[in-house]
């Protein structure tokens, strides 16, 4: 019997989630219910300023991370 095509993914601070065409990383951000000025992203390991979120593409595979600073004395 034939495999099944697997439908692609991306990673979201490893949890995996379906990939869509054309997802940009602040739609994914929203998405999720993560307020952008509150966090910092990463794509595989590379930082993406909060400026190029809107024209960063999400890509079936790709892992992304978000770091929220811990402030305190």
Do not use: C, H, Y
Not at 17 to 29: C, D, G, K, N, R
């Amino acid at each position: 019997m034939p495999e099944m095509p697997t439908a692609p993914t991306f990673q979201l601070n490893g949890s995996s989630l379906p990939w869509t065409p054309e997802i940009s990383l602040a739609t994914v951000l929203a998405k999720q219910g993560f307020l952008p000025e509150r966090v910092a992203t990463a794509i595989n390991g590379a930082f993406v300023q909060r400026e190029a979120r809107e024209s960063t593409w999400v890509q079936p595979g790709d892992q992304v991370m978000t770091f929220e600073a811990i402030v305190g004395g």
